[in-house]
């Protein structure tokens, strides 16, 4: 079946540290991935997104990272702020409105 | 510009009653999309409507339904409510069918006493 699984459901890092969250997917035909931020009591909230022809793309403080032999991506944030206190999400999407989402992993930022 | 619209934003409901939940898409998107997020869960994908018609069906059970408007907007219904139909209910739009990018409205949340 499909399935998109988070390694760890929790992550915490200190103020200014950097942020790594992995992800892995079952589905080698996917071609399309996206990470989300959720915030308690909203929807998630679009961060990067990454097409299986590339292997990394980076935007402002993100990168995600996509590894096709071993099925698995990552998120990587630099210099955490306490504002990404949130429940992080990839998805996998190749039907159109069909996103397959993971477990997620609850990010805590120490001050 | 206004995002994704849901209403209501949060309703109580008991066993066997039902509910429609309301979904405005961000103005130009067509296709509309809705999940169903469990408490300490990923969004599971319900439906998705593209142009008013239907084009993806998750595994969920005939009580589901849905529609969509020729203004794009969408309603989802959900006859005779269970416990476990207790949930957080996302739409989310999109330009088009395709994958791409999701904007997400910030929920519906469902409690059935």
């Known amino acids: 079946g499909e399935s998109v699984g988070l390694h760890l459901p929790t992550l915490s890092v200190q103020e200014g540290d950097n942020s790594i969250i992995n992800c892995a997917y079952s589905n080698s035909a996917s071609d399309y991935f996206i990470w989300y931020k959720q915030e308690s009591g909203k929807g998630p909230q679009f961060i990067i997104d990454i097409r299986s022809n590339m292997d990394k793309r980076q935007g402002q403080r993100v990168t995600v990272l996509l590894n096709k032999t071993v099925k698995h991506l990552s998120l990587q944030i630099a210099a955490t702020q306490p504002g990404d206190s949130a429940v992080y999400f990839c998805?996998?999407?190749?039907?159109?409105?069909?996103?397959?989402f993971g477990q997620g992993t609850e990010l805590s930022v120490k001050p | 510009d206004a995002g994704v619209t849901q209403s209501p934003t949060h309703l109580i409901k008991t066993r066997g009653q039902h509910v429609t939940l309301r979904c405005s898409p961000i103005s130009g998107h067509k296709s509309v999309s809705w999940y169903q997020q469990v408490l300490g869960q990923g969004p599971q994908f319900i439906f998705q409507?593209?142009?008013?018609?239907?084009?993806g069906r998750g595994n969920f059970p005939d009580r589901f339904s849905a529609r969509q408007f020729p203004n794009y907007s969408s309603e989802l219904n959900v006859n005779a409510l269970l416990l476990g139909d207790s949930a957080l209910y996302l739409c989310?739009?999109?330009?088009?069918?395709?994958?791409?990018?999701?904007?997400f409205g910030e929920g519906s949340r469902l409690t059935v006493l």
């Open positions: 998805a996998e999407n190749n039907q159109g409105g069909k996103l397959i």
């Open positions: 409507y593209y142009e008013k018609e239907e084009r």
């Open positions: 989310a739009s999109s330009l088009s069918m395709g994958p791409g990018e999701l904007f």
